[in-house]
Structure formats: C-alpha cells, structure tokens
C-alpha cells in the first residue's frame, strides 16, 4: 500500500468490527506519517479510502475511546474523531466517465462506461458485475450509450453515426450487429424511451437525434431506419432525454429546449 510522501510513524486497526456481532463495518486500517497525513485504507483491496490533512508532522497516532483517536506532533496533540465508515459497493479499477441506473420491472441496473471503455451492468443492490463488455471503442469514437432492459442490450452511439449493438444476458457481452443509417442524415444523440402498452407489457423504442434537427425512432432493422419523424430544431441536436414517469420527451438544440407531446 502506497501512498505517504515521507515516514510512516504509526498504524492503528478500528477496533469496531471486531467488537460488534453482525456488523458491516470492514476493518481500516488509519496510518500516520512525516508528511502531515493520515490516511485510511481499506485491507480488502489495499486501496486508500480518505486522506485527513493534520497540518502537522504527525510523529505517532492511537485510539482512545469508541471512535475517538489521537496524533501527535512536537508542539500539538490532536484528538480526531472517525465519523465515517467505508465499504465497497462495486470495484472498477478504471475511472467512470458515465453512469446511469434504469429500472428493469421490479429491479434494476446500473450501467457504466469506465476510461478504458469498458462497459459494466451492475446489480445495485449487491453491486455484482452482471455483464461486462469490452467492444472496440476509443475515446473519439463513442458519443453516447443506452441500455434496453426489457431485450437486455446496449447501444453504442459511435461519431460517425453508427450504433454499435451489444448483447448483455451474457458475461462477457459481446457486439452482435453494427447498424448504419441508410439516409444522410447522422445521429448525434441517441436516447431509450419505456411506452406503456397495457399495465402487464412495456415497449422499449430508440429515439436519436439527428445533424438535421430531427427526433426520429430508429428501428430495429440492420439499416437502422428512421420513422416517426419530427423536425424539431434548425440546427443539430445536442442531446435528448426523455421521463418514464411523464412521459414526455425533451431535446436541446444551439439554446433551445423542445418537447414534443
């Protein structure tokens, strides 16, 4: 474990997790250095959780009682207490560059896309990795993606206006179709929209924007063809959003908000 610029004057385990049956609280490990921190690990991964800033050389560090500790410097004495306890959800060693949770009947998913472009659904409640992809995107090609929850499919908007069609019921997922427009007109932005057909069976559609100003429904075939057309901007569409619970769509466009009913 790495991470203090100077010499390590003390380590300390909390004596919480131990002490307490059932408990969630994992062990941290806190360690004290020259360098004026205190930093807490976490022994799982071997990974610092917080750092706290003494503003001082911390020359050695103890507990005293229930959550309180101490550091010691030559000129101070400082008594801290530990308010926070850490546990890990989901381990992504790579940094998220997107996030978003969709429901999925009852339950639901999380998806990510991390900087190495690799694509995660996970579960929120136990933060397992359901279905991990890693499909060949780089960072100027990806615009945007979206989960269908219902077929179990991502879709990877690329910047030439391609989408990239993933199949996520297995782990690994893997790319089952590439599906390019047949018009000229790109897609800028592609959004997933749930219409309620009757109270037991949910529709999923993909809309996108398009360079044109233009909110279509992209259909399901290979050439990916656009229907439902509505000219909703003079210019290119920058991004789409749509709300289950209202069920109303919005896009945006050089400034310009629009939402057809």
Not at 45 to 53: F, K, P, S, T, V
Request: glycine share 6%.
């Amino acid at each position: 474990m790495d991470g203090h610029l100077q010499e390590i004057t003390g380590l300390i385990l909390n004596p919480f997790s131990a002490a307490l049956s059932n408990s969630n609280i994992l062990p941290l490990l806190l360690s004290s250095s020259v360098d004026g921190c205190v930093r807490q690990w976490n022994l799982d991964l071997g990974a610092c959780n917080y750092i706290l800033e003494t503003g001082a050389e911390c020359l050695g560090i103890k507990w005293i009682k229930g959550e309180n500790f101490v550091t010691h410097s030559k000129r101070r004495i400082s008594i801290w207490n530990l308010n926070h306890y850490y546990w890990t959800f989901s381990v992504i060693k790579a940094p998220i560059i997107y996030m978003r949770r969709y429901k999925k009947g009852n339950s639901a998913r999380i998806l990510t896309v991390t900087e190495d472009y690799t694509i995660r659904l996970i579960c929120p409640i136990s933060g397992t990795v359901l279905s991990l992809s890693c499909p060949p995107i780089t960072t100027k090609s990806l615009k945007t993606i979206v989960y269908n929850p219902y077929a179990d499919q991502v879709f990877a908007l690329m910047n030439e206006g391609s989408i990239l069609v993933i199949n996520t019921k297995t782990n690994p997922g893997t790319v089952v179709s590439e599906r390019t427009s047949e018009t000229k007109d790109k897609l800028c932005v592609i959004e997933g929209a749930t219409i309620p057909e009757t109270e037991l069976d949910q529709k999923f559609i993909l809309l996108g924007g398009t360079d044109a100003g233009q909110i279509v429904i992209v259909d399901n075939s290979a050439t990916a063809k656009y229907s439902f057309v509505i000219q909703a901007h003079s210019a290119s569409i920058l991004d789409l959003k749509y709300s289950d619970n209202s069920l109303n769509l919005f896009s945006i466009s050089s400034g310009k908000i629009f939402s057809p009913k």
